[in-house]
Structures are given as C-alpha cells and as structure tokens.
C-alpha cells in the first residue's frame, strides 16, 4: 500500500466499511439477477454519489474534491473486492476529458453534476472487439459526429458520451440522433454498442486528449483489478484452510502453498505497479503511458492468474452458479480485454522504450 | 502521490551535512579510482592493492563511513539513516565506491550489535569497519542444507573451550577469510534448541578449506573441515541453544542484502537487454527487434524488472512511513533471484552460441561474461534459502497456511 494521506486513509477506511456492509459480493449476485436496465442499482448509485466518490478526480474548481487518480484508485479497489456494479469508473475517466479539455462550457454544464452525482457519462473509443485508437472510422463534420462504437462500457445507462473521433476527442449529450443496443457479456455488467448519426458534437481535444483519456481509463481498471485479484486470492486462501480431503486440510499441502505464494508475491508486484501508473497520472510524470501500460500488462496477466486458479482451487464448487468463483472469474476477463489487454500493452511499451 | 508540500520549505538540515560529506569525499577519494569498484567482496579473494586504493580504504576505515550507520563507538560512522543516503549520493555523484564490504558488514556485524557482549563488540566489530577482517559463514553442511537445523559439527564443552569436530560446506570465501562465524551443535538431544552460535579462527589448528569448483569455473565457495579445534569459551554468541534464533537473525540480514541491495540495484542500472538485442538481432523496417517472440519475452521480462524497482520503492517508503514490517520484503528474495537469472538466460539466447563461449580470442569479453554469469546465476534461487524455501515462508508466515499434520 502506497504512503497515503489522512483524507486518503479516511476515504479507503469509509470505502472498505461500505462495500463491507452494504455492498457485498451478494449484492452483484442481486443485481446480476434482477438485470435492470442500466446494469447497476439506481440506489448504490446514490449512495455513491453522497459519499462523494464521482466528485474525486473533479477539480476543486467545477465543484470535485481534485483528490486525484490514485485516491478513487483506493475507492475502486475497494469496490472490485466485491464486484459492485457501478458506473464510478466510467464516469470518472470521461469526467476527465471534459476537465482537460478546451471547451468551458461543457466543464460549467456536466461537471458539477458528475460531482454530485448526478451525471452518468460513459467513453466511447473502440469500434471492434479490440482496443485500438489509432484506427477509429468515426468522423465530425459541421460540429455533427457520425460512427459506431462499440462495447461501450455503461453505455446503457449514460446521459452523455465522450467520444474519440479519428481527429480528437469530443462530447455528444442527450439521445438526439443516438441509438443504443445492449450488449449481454458475461460479467453481467453494462456494455452497449452505440451508433451515433450525425448527433450534434461539441469538441474537448485532440488525439493527444483522446491517448491521455484511455490512459486514465486504463489506470482505473487496474484499480478495480487489484481489487478483484486482492478479494480473490483471499477467499482462496480461506477457502483451503477450511476444505479438507485425505484428512488434511488443502492449505497443508506444499503444491498449493507454493502456488498461493507465488500468487501472493505477483499481487505485490501488481500493487507496486498499480500505485505507480496512477501516482504516475496525478503528478503529471511525462511517462504516463509506459506506467499506464506496465500497470495493465502486469495486472492483467495477474489478475488472469489469481482468478483461473481461484476456480480450479475451489474444486467442483468452483463451477457453480451458487458459489462466486464465476463472478471473478467472469469480471476478471472482462476488465483483462478493456482499454487495451496484455499483449496490446506490452506492444506499446516495447515501442516506448525503444525496441 | 500526493504530498504535502510545506508553504516555506525551510533549508534541508541535511544540507550542511552534504557539504560536509562533499568536503571530505573531495580530500580523500582518489580520483583516478572513480568508477573502479574494488570493494571486499564475500566471494572474491583479495588481490593486489594499488596505493590509492589501501589510501582510500583506509580513510573510509578510519572516518567508518563504510559502515555508515554502525555506532561510533566501535568504528561505525555513527550517521542517521537520512545521512547516510545523502552520503550514498555524494559518492555516486564523483564516482566513488565503498571499498569496505564482505560478510562482516552485510551479515555478521549488525548480527554481533544487536547480541555480541560488549567484550565481543569491542574486539570484533572495528577491524570489520577498517576493512582489515574477512568473516565466512559456517552454517551449511552436507546434510543440512535446506533443512539447516540438522546441522551436525558439534562443540563439545571441554571447561574453558570447546572442542569443535564436523564438516561445513558452501563456505563463502573460506580460503580467504580469517574468522567464521559458525552454527554448531551444542546438544545432541534437542534439533533446534541444540545449536550454538561460535566464532572460529580460521588459522587455528585443525581447519582445513577446500575450494569447490563450481559449473562456471569459478570457485568462490569451500568445504570446510573441523577437526578437533580449540575454540575459547569467550567465542560463543549469546547463550548456549541460543543458536538458532541468533543465525536465522542473521540470514534475515543475508536475504535483504542479496535482494534489496547491490546485486539489484547493478541489475537494474545494467545494459538494457534491448540494446543489446538490437545490436546483436537488428531491427524491422519499424525499429522493433526483428525477432518478435524475443522482443515479446523482453519486453515481459523489462516490465518485471520495472515492477520488482517500483516494489523495493514501495518497500522502503512503507517502511520510512513505519506502517509496520513491510510484507513485500519476504518476495524479493525469489523475485531477484527470477529477474537476474531470467536477464541472463535472454543475454546468451540473444547471443546465441557467442552467448556459450567459454574462454580464448573467438568471443568478445561481454560474451565471456555473459557465460559465466548465466552458469554462477543459477545459485541465486539456492542460496541464502532457496526459492522453495522462500515459498514456504511465505506461505506459513504470511498466508498462514499449516504444516501437514
């Protein structure tokens, strides 16, 4: 764990009470199945936008805390240990967009309602099952904006979207001109494919914007990753020291102590990595995008590890629908794939350092 | 991170103590001797001493910087922690080096502080500070490796001196060093209980070294015979039995050192692979390395390392900010160990047969060297408990996990 401050130490410990007590792993297993529409609990929702949590990475300024990445990293990883669904992510990263960019108006309209809650934005970049921002088809002309993009994460339940075009980055408010089709994926969370004809456009930035926003969405997700993984490997542990076959407790046994040990040590090396892509963000370091990607390349790869082994730990009770091995393991592939999976980072960390 | 930043930062009270540390580096440190490191080392024999060199290690003896942290009063420099970085610093600025090293200061002196008598402190820790001592460690054997505490050289009490008999093998630079410091067993009856921390004088009667030749040619480490050898009852650390909580003490010493320390810290300012890959491989029309499985491996590989640096960061500024004992220090062990011998096993792939040479005119010196540092690197996981060792820490003391019933 990073050094943090007394406001950082405060919010962890009143972000770990929370999912503790109100948002436990059978909270998503609720939502999961009462599906509403939005893929999340209009109710957690609210709660989260009281405690302020939306507002983190908004500037003092439009009305945030300016508390910073690494600050709702705490929050996020807190929320991944119990995979509750919400759109705190998402609307974080785009809220981030709009505070970068060049438009004053769109900072006055949208960010104090982030702030407050009361705002859901989602970022739309990729048009295929892949990452990849450098091949976008989706063009603006006279302030209008036409493209599809697709698996937009909280795209169901969004008001607004910020959208990479091929020259930059822009804000498309309201349902003019937007259309929306759900998509049913396996982490049971909101992602939508979003067609946008010629809907009216305002612009935040350009490509450098768009590269730095899914920089910032990437540092998230390995927030909740850590989260997840953290959660996953805990309940593994417990879980062996209390099944017992051939009179023995599991955790007895020197070939699963050892890979829980090797386990242990690559969650460290993945705290280690995590903390530094978002410290990385909040101090303007111009190397953003190497720790961004040595973050999502070595958690991913991790967070991969810890949830395929929680299920093959678990046993046959590993593969029901009533234990929830499934959800992490379900959520864990999913977080892998977005803004980029392993491969795609190593790439361009390769790049960026010169080979 | 966010930090606090002071309104008006006052002057850093570490400043005058740079200056001061400036000041003397600039009268003492031999300039000729910038960047060429010849410090003890605990598995590199003594060779022949230039006069700057016996200058230099003899005033960083005297001023005991080159144990910057020990108590002044038995030849330590007697600085802060915080003072000792800013003297780290200094030194990497012009290019020096400490010259004085080994395993008295890495292991066995912060080992005698914290449980040496005050007779034992005074007579053994000042020649470890002047550089003038080379202590060895006697601790494993033939059958006792892994399982350590089922060591055999037993001590028997003969009034006022024991009478030590047995066998110690790996012993780091024992056809060097003039005293070792020895687990032995003092009682047969009871495993852990029954061991004694001794220290021997490597020129007493009955010790006999011989050097082992290891894999890379190299032979950096001894067996080591005892028989009948008079050791002084006033040579005993601690209490008799005492043993086993002094040695494992002192491995904790050994392990930060071999994770934390120099060895990662050279790794880490190495030769980036890729350059040499690019030299050795070439490049696409793009600039990438041609090869794109290696670069892939590279690349995973570059990435650990960068995760292992931001893990000892982590590590420290924890335990700068005292939040306790910092988990991570019980993984660096095996990480090191996986990061240098994974670095080496890429080099020789990259250099393909070059990679194996052994020795003469067809092979550059890198390509020798890379060679020998593959073939020694595979003791890293062995040594110092090996990685299946480390597991099980990890999973006993930190998991928690049980011993079979």
């Given at each position: ?70 600050s ?10 119990t995979?509750t ?8 990263a ?7 960019g060049e438009?004053?108006e ?15 934005v ?55 001109a ?41 540092a ?12 996953a ?24 102590q ?20 978002l ?12 720790a ?14 810890v949830s ?5 730990l ?9 234990h ?21 980072h ?10 | ?19 001061e ?17 010849n ?31 020990w108590p002044r ?9 915080a ?9 990497a ?9 080994g ?173 040499i890959a ?16 290696l ?14 640096g ?29 990061i ?22 067809g ?18 996981s ?24």
């Amino acid at each position: 764990m990073a050094v943090l401050t007394e406001d950082q130490t405060m919010l962890r410990d009143m972000a770990q009470s929370w999912t503790d007590k109100e948002s436990p792993v059978a909270a998503f297993r609720a939502v999961r199945d009462a599906a509403p529409p939005a893929g999340f609990d209009p109710a957690v929702w609210a709660e989260v936008g009281q405690m302020g949590w939306p507002g983190i990475v908004v500037p003092e300024a439009d009305g945030g805390a300016g508390m910073g990445y690494l600050s709702l990293g705490l929050v996020l990883e807190q929320l991944g240990r119990t995979l509750t669904a919400t759109p705190l992510a998402a609307t974080a990263a785009a809220a981030s967009a709009i505070a970068m960019g060049e438009d004053a108006e769109a900072r006055a309209a949208w960010l104090p309602r982030i702030a407050a809650g009361e705002a859901i934005v989602a970022l739309a970049v990729d048009e295929g099952p892949l990452h990849d921002p450098d091949a976008l088809d989706t063009v603006v002309a006279d302030g209008r904006l036409t493209g599809t993009k697709m698996f937009v994460a909280e795209g169901d339940g969004a008001q607004a979207f910020v959208v990479a075009a091929a020259d930059g980055l822009y804000l498309v408010a309201g349902d003019a001109a937007v259309s929306r089709t759900p998509r049913r994926m396996a982490d049971s969370r909101s992602h939508a494919d979003v067609r946008f004809d010629a809907a009216p456009a305002v612009r935040l930035g350009d490509k450098a914007l768009t590269a730095a926003i899914c920089d910032r969405a990437a540092a998230l997700v390995t927030a909740e990753m850590l989260g997840l993984a953290g959660q996953a490997f805990d309940d593994t542990n417990a879980y062996l020291k209390t099944r017992v076959q051939f009179g023995q407790p599991l955790s007895t046994f020197q070939a699963l102590q050892h890979r829980m040990a090797k386990m242990f040590t690559e969650l460290e090396l993945m705290r280690s990595v995590v903390e530094g892509a978002l410290e990385a963000i909040d101090a303007g370091r111009s190397d953003v995008a190497q720790a961004v990607s040595l973050a999502k390349a070595v958690g991913g790869e991790t967070t991969k590890l810890v949830s395929r082994e929680m299920v093959q730990l678990h046993g046959g009770i590993g593969m029901t629908d009533e234990h929830h091995a499934g959800f992490y393991l379900k959520r864990a592939a999913v977080l892998e794939a977005m803004w980029g999976n392993a491969a795609w980072h190593r790439d361009r960390f390769g790049r960026l350092a010169g080979y | 991170m966010a930090t606090l930043a002071a309104p008006d930062a006052p002057a850093d009270p570490l400043d005058a103590f740079r200056a001061e540390a400036r000041a003397w580096l600039a009268a003492n440190f031999p300039s000729a001797l910038a960047h060429k490191d010849n410090a003890m080392s605990a598995v590199e024999g003594p060779g022949e001493e230039t006069d700057d060199q016996r200058r230099w290690r003899e005033a960083m003896g005297a001023k005991g910087w080159g144990v910057p942290t020990w108590p002044r009063d038995y030849g330590g420099g007697g600085l802060s922690r915080a003072e000792a970085r800013v003297l780290a610093e200094e030194m990497a600025r012009i290019g020096a080096w400490n010259p004085i090293g080994g395993m008295g200061v890495m292991m066995f002196g912060p080992t005698l502080l914290e449980y040496g008598s005050e007779a034992q402190k005074r007579e053994h820790i000042p020649p470890i500070a002047r550089g003038e001592i080379r202590w060895c460690q006697g601790y494993s054997e033939p059958g006792a490796g892994s399982d350590l505490a089922n060591l055999q050289t037993f001590a028997e009490d003969c009034g006022d001196h024991y009478l030590v008999n047995g066998q110690k093998t790996w012993t780091s630079g024992g056809q060097w060093a003039d005293k070792c410091f020895a687990l032995v067993r003092t009682d047969r009856t009871r495993k852990h209980e029954g061991i004694s921390f001794l220290l021997i004088d490597m020129d007493a009667p009955g010790v006999e070294v011989k050097p082992i030749r290891l894999i890379s040619g190299a032979s950096p480490f001894c067996e080591t015979f005892f028989t009948d050898v008079k050791v002084p009852k006033e040579n005993l650390v601690g209490r008799e039995g005492e043993g086993w909580t002094i040695g494992k003490r002192l491995l904790q010493h050994e392990r930060s050192s071999l994770s934390g320390g120099g060895s990662t810290g050279r790794l880490l300012a190495g030769t980036p692979l890729g350059e040499i890959a690019k030299r050795y491989r070439g490049v696409d029309a793009e600039g990438r390395l041609a090869d794109a499985d290696l670069r892939a491996r590279l690349i995973r590989h570059d990435m650990d390392v960068r995760a292992f640096g931001l893990t000892l960061r982590r590590a420290a500024l924890e335990a700068k900010a005292s939040q306790g004992p910092s988990a991570t220090s019980s993984i660096m062990k095996n990480v090191g160990a996986r990061i240098t011998q994974e670095r080496a096993e890429l080099a020789i792939e990259i250099m393909g047969m070059s990679g194996l040479g052994w020795e003469g005119e067809g092979f550059s010196e890198e390509e020798l060297t890379q060679t020998r540092t593959w073939l020694w690197g595979k003791a890293v996981s062995i040594y110092g408990g090996s990685t299946e060792i480390q597991n099980n820490i990890v999973a006993k003391r930190i998991l928690g996990m049980l011993d079979h019933q």
